[in-house]
């Protein structure tokens, strides 16, 4: 455990591959409570229970708001927000596999606003293999179908971008800003964006409806905290890369919960996406520490 905490690299890849795998217990509660709570409804509450679990951890860690940096923050908690509430949609309407590996490209914009806003370099390398998973996200939406599906799953992608954006945000203000802040921020930001959009179809939630609530709330900002300290321990890139342990963990809960079985497209959707993420992974390995904007 002491070599663990002593090596920043090692630390950064248990923290990310823990968030994956608690992550995915909420992905599991969140596609439960989809079958009779609305989505947006479910991010109000997550970011409630958040919130009052975030204020009473910086009061016990004696943790203050910071005077300065608050744009950055605001703009992570947008960044957030708007990732949450796509996410969570997508995953009440399609199956939680193919949720999952979508919300998941967000390395290529991870990589390219790395490079716009965090001068990491991205070697041409990694430009010829891009395609190779956009490809695999196209088997995965489906487009050619027209349907519903192929909607919700390009909102699945629309999560990846604000994802992105939110871990760039978050891999700016650790230099500066204690890990609670940055997420207190996303969970009064995500609680504000929510209510109006909850506020016509709200649903008055049962004893059982309750319990999952709650335990969403306590689950993901357990994950978010592994999250964000991976973040400040590593690379985002590559800390988006071994988040991507995190597809495994959902594919069995899809199919032990729900008996949700890939189809040939989602298959090979789910192969080329991760193959060219492993391809980026190793052509990453040099990469250098990133320089922040001031």
Known sequence: MNFIKNHAAISGIVYAMSSSLIFSIMNAFVKATAASIPSNEIVFFRS??????????????????SKSGIPMLAL???CGALYMIFYFYTIANIPLLDAIVLINTSLIFTMLLSRLFLKEKIQPKVYLIMPIVIVGALFTIKPFGYSTYSVVALLGIVAAVFSAGAGICIRFLSRKHHAYEII??????ATVVSIPLMWNEFVSPNAMEWFYLICIGVVSLMAQIFLTKAFTHENAVVVEIVRYIG???????????????????????TILIVAGCVAMTKVKKGINKPKLME
């Not at 597809?247 to 199919?255: E, R, S, V």
């Open 48 to 65: 409630v229970i958040g919130t009052v679990i975030i204020l009473y951890l910086m009061k016990k860690d004696k943790v203050k708001f």
């Open 76 to 78: 992570r908690g947008c």
């Open 184 to 189: 207190f921020y996303f969970m009064v930001t």
């Open 247 to 269: 597809i495994a963990f959902n594919a069995f809960w899809g199919f032990a919960f729900w008996m949700e079985i890939p189809d040939v497209f989602s298959i090979i959707g």
